[in-house]
Structures are given as structure tokens and as C-alpha cells.
């Protein structure tokens, strides 16, 4: 029997810098990032090491249009407001808000999730402390349970397929998109949405994060503090916000007319199990899930036009991705264009498979792809580099002249996440 075909039919993203994925897609090609020092915004930010973020300013979900009081938005964790945005603007473009049948028994929704809930967390052990445990709020495990964003998208679209939460720290955003991927291959369901969230101006976060020396520390120049590949990276930047997708089975997107945004034609998912934050230095599961994606693909190595890059700016993980992707294409690497959205948006965590899938859908839709910005001295020279034991070089394309125009029919785009979760998934135009 014949494979049955995914297709995207939808796509939703709410950023700091961008409420919907024509906005992100302008700012990437324009070389406007949304990284900037937070410190004046939260103040608990001033004595850390790393100050730099791409955080929400004062994000308002519009109850309205969901059929909610604004009262009970109390009930909503920032990264279920942000799902819920994003999986709105996703549902909306499928088609299915205006007429169409969404409400049935086999569509679900999967949503990536990692650090979620620390701030409600935050706040309410800081009240038990001061005012004791008869103030904890009764909402605090309904903030913070690990499905909420699943379990809120699915109440408020009527989705009575399964629904659930994914956590493979930041390829959780991809991971999710391969179940409901699955689900759709295995017949348990036509339509499916996938994605991931996060919300990420908790102390606790950057405390944790800083003092492990992931972040970049250029407090003074946070528009530069995101340099993947580069020579002078330090150090992620921390961002937040969502991604989601409505995924379907091909034949029935075709009977009811839909607008097909592209196809997801393969992933590859595999784990280091190595180290909790190194990758390992012989990239060896990264390679496999990109050679597995491109395998189940069908299609040749040679047909890979652009790679979204998981490029996180963090001197020892660029190096171990280029050195995986050298190993999957040999020569042919040098010729492939690489950028990191990252370099704008910071590093969206668990969000970050998910947005970063639709920015290399959305390459291949208009034939334009994002410069890397900040990658002024791509590092291939390990002087530079003292420190790093194992030190492979920084020297690919990348596309760091600006927005180049390039015609990509099929796209890579790699999710790696902490205790070594690799997943690659290629995505390309309707065949």
C-alpha cells in the first residue's frame, strides 16, 4: 500500500518582534532582530551575567476572539497564550475557521514544551514564603502542568483527537511535529497540529542557564550577541514564543480544496545519549538524523538547496553541526547555503524545531533566503579557540551578505537539544 502523504495547510508564530509568520519572514529578510538588553523591562535581570534576550514585552492575548473573559486569561501561563496565538493563526489559514469542519474525533494537536511553568512557579513559592501556604493560588498545577498548551488548544478548537505534550528539551518544537506526523501516516488521524512554545523571563532560567556560561554576555551590544559561526560567538541568547502548524493527509487537503503551503517528505530522530549538554564530538547522531531524513525523503543528497541550521551561537555546538553536516554531504557541503534564524530571534528553546521548520518552509516557498546575522568572521581557525577540545571549523556558506535570492525546492532543517536529541526533517514544495 502506498505511503500516505503530510501536507501543511496552516502556520502560526507569535514572537516579540513578529505577530504572525508574513512579519518574521520580513524581519529575517530585513535583518531585524528582536535581541536587545532586558534588563531596564525586568530588573532582577541587572546583576546577571547574561542581560540579553528576545522576550515579550507586555504580550496580550485577544480573549475575544476565543470566546473567553478577559478574567480568565488568570488561568493561561504565558506559553499557553502563546500557543494558543499561534495555533489560532494556523487553524485560521487551514481554512477551517471559516466553514470547515475542524471539531471531529480524529484531529489532535501535539505541542513541544520545555521550561514552561517556572514562572508561575516562581511566583507562587515566593508567596508561600511570605504569606504562607493558604495563599497559593489553586490554578498552579493547571499553569504548570506539562500538557496545558495541548490541552488548552484542544478545548478551545473542539479537538477530540489525541492531544498531548512532547518534551526533548529544544528539538521539542520538531519532535512534536514528527508525532502528529506519525499520527497522520498511521492513519490515526487527517489533521493534525503540531508545534512547540516557550516562555522564558524567569530568573530562575537565566540564573541557571548563566551560570552554566551558555549565554552570550555582550550586555553592551545585545544586537550583536547572537553570532552563530562566528569567531567571537559567547554564548546563546534566550528567546520565547510560539510555533504551530496544521499538518493533513494530502488526498483529503485536495478534496476539500485546501491551499497547500508545502510537504513534509521526511525526519530523522535520534539521541547522543552521551552527555547532558555536549554534543558528541564525532557527530555522529546528528549526521544519522540528517542522512535518515534525506533517506526517507527519496530524494538525492544533491537536491538539498538550503539548511536552517540549529546554530546556536555557543562555541563548541556550531562547530559539531558543521562538522556533522560536512559528514553528510562531503564537498558538496561547501556548496549548500546555511543560515540560523537564531541570529534574530534568539534561541526559542522548545519553540524552536517548530518555528524554524516554517522558516525553512517558507525558504522554500519564496525562493529568498535570511542572511545569518552577526557571522562577520565565520570561525574556522582554531587559535581562536584554545579552550575548545575537539575544535572543528566554521566554514560553510553561510549566507551572511544578506537576503540571497535562491530557487530551493527541498530544505533541511536541524533540532538539537540538550542530552543529545537530534531530529532533521526535510521540507520542501508539493511533488
Known amino acids: 500500500m502506498e505511503r500516505r502523504r503530510v501536507v501543511i495547510t496552516g502556520r502560526g508564530v507569535v514572537l516579540p518582534n513578529a505577530n504572525n509568520v508574513d512579519s518574521m519572514m520580513d524581519n529575517l529578510y530585513n535583518g531585524r532582530g528582536s535581541i536587545e538588553n532586558v534588563a531596564l523591562r525586568f530588573p532582577w535581570l541587572s546583576g546577571y551575567r547574561s542581560q540579553v534576550g528576545s522576550l515579550f514585552d507586555d504580550f496580550k492575548l485577544d480573549f475575544a476572539k476565543f470566546g473567553i473573559r478577559e478574567k480568565d486569561l488568570r488561568e493561561l501561563s504565558p506559553f499557553v497564550q502563546y500557543t494558543l496565538e499561534a495555533a489560532y493563526q494556523a487553524i485560521t489559514e487551514s481554512g477551517f475557521l471559516d466553514g470547515g469542519d475542524l471539531a471531529r474525533e480524529n484531529t489532535g494537536v501535539i505541542v513541544g514544551q520545555g521550561l514552561c511553568g517556572i514562572i508561575e512557579l516562581e511566583k507562587q513559592k515566593e508567596i508561600q514564603t511570605q504569606k504562607g501556604i493558604g495563599r497559593v493560588s489553586p490554578l498552579v498545577s493547571i499553569k504548570t502542568i506539562p500538557d496545558a498548551a495541548a490541552g488548552f488548544v484542544a478545548s478551545q478548537f473542539g479537538l477530540h483527537g489525541q492531544s498531548k505534550s512532547v518534551s526533548s528539551a529544544c528539538a521539542s518544537g520538531a519532535d512534536a511535529i514528527k508525532d502528529a506526523y506519525m499520527a497522520i501516516l498511521m492513519e490515526d488521524s487527517d489533521i493534525m497540529l503540531g508545534g512547540g512554545t516557550v516562555e522564558s523571563a524567569s530568573p530562575m532560567i537565566y540564573a541557571s542557564f548563566g551560570q552554566a556560561r551558555a549565554l552570550s554576555e555582550r550586555n553592551n551590544d545585545p544586537s550583536k550577541a547572537s553570532r552563530p559561526f562566528d569567531r567571537d560567538r559567547d554564548g546563546f541568547v534566550i528567546g520565547e514564543g510560539a510555533g504551530m502548524v496544521v499538518l493533513e493527509e494530502l488526498e483529503h487537503a485536495k478534496k476539500r480544496g485546501a491551499n497547500i503551503l508545502g510537504e513534509l517528505f521526511g525526519y530523522g530522530a535520534f539521541t547522543d545519549a552521551s552527555h547532558p ?4 564530538a564525532d557527530a555522529k547522531y546528528i549526521t544519522m538524523a540528517m542522512e535518515t531524513a534525506i533517506k ?50 534568539g534561541h526559542t528553546l522548545s519553540a524552536a524545531g517548530a518555528i524554524e521548520l516554517i522558516v525553512a518552509l517558507e525558504t522554500v516557498r519564496n525562493g529568498k533566503i535570511h542572511t545569518t546575522k552577526n557571522c562577520e568572521n565565520p570561525d574556522n581557525n582554531a587559535k581562536y579557540h584554545a579552550d575548545i577540545t575537539n575544535f572543528q571549523p566554521c566554514d560553510l556558506d553561510y549566507v ?27 521540507v520542501g514544495k508539493l511533488r
Open 296 to 345: 526517507r525523503a527519496g530524494i538525492n543528497k544533491e537536491q538539498i538547496k538550503y539548511i536552517n541550521a540549529h546554530g546556536t551561537s555557543t562555541p563548541g555546538g556550531d562547530g559539531i553541526e558543521c562538522f556533522g553536516i560536512k559528514k553528510v554531504f562531503g564537498d558538496k557541503a561547501y556548496q549548500i547555503p546555511v543560515s540560523s534564524s537564531k541570529s534574530m530571534i
Open 277 to 280: 549538554t555536549n554534543p558528541r
Open 400 to 426: 551572511i551578505e544578506g537576503t540571497r535570492e535562491e530557487k530551493v525546492d527541498y530544505a533541511l532543517s536541524n533540532s538539537f537539544g540538550f542530552f543529545g536529541h537530534d531530529i532533521s526533517w526535510v
